[in-house]
């Protein structure tokens, strides 16, 4: 059973930073491109940022980068995402997503397991 659980989302103030922690089960993480998503209410779910199989190659969405970073550690079946200097349109539910394709999309389609979701809240 296939299973992607988030953790790490909460309410914190402008410039400030939070971490969120994902971790797989029922599957091989080290075989898939992993990423997270965001999706902000009565918006669509957009792409934040991804890494590869490997670990080496990372991409970001330009709202994100220099801010973001995306990481993961296949030993222990968790990917994580490092967000620094967060302001109010971070807001959303951040979701952790796992693509066995191995080719970084930043589309939702090609992604074949998802996680619930964290809330992440950015005050001023």
């Known amino acids: 059973q296939v299973q992607l659980v988030e953790s790490g989302g909460g309410l914190v103030q402008v410039g400030g930073s939070l971490r969120l922690s994902c971790v797989a089960s029922?599957?091989?993480?080290?075989?898939?491109?992993m990423a997270w998503f965001r999706q902000a209410p009565g918006k669509e779910r957009e792409f934040v940022a991804a890494i590869g199989w490997s670990g080496f190659m990372t991409y970001y969405a330009d709202s994100v980068k220099g801010r973001f970073t995306i990481s993961r550690d296949n030993a222990k079946n968790m990917v994580y995402l490092q967000m620094n200097n967060l302001k109010p349109e971070d807001t959303a539910v951040y979701y952790c997503?796992?693509?066995?394709?191995?080719?970084?999309?930043?589309?939702?389609?090609?992604?074949?397991?998802w996680g619930q979701g964290t809330q992440v809240t950015v005050s001023s």
């Open positions: 997503a796992a693509d066995l394709t191995r080719i970084i999309a930043t589309t939702t389609q090609p992604y074949d397991y």
């Open positions: 029922g599957l091989t993480l080290e075989s898939y491109v």
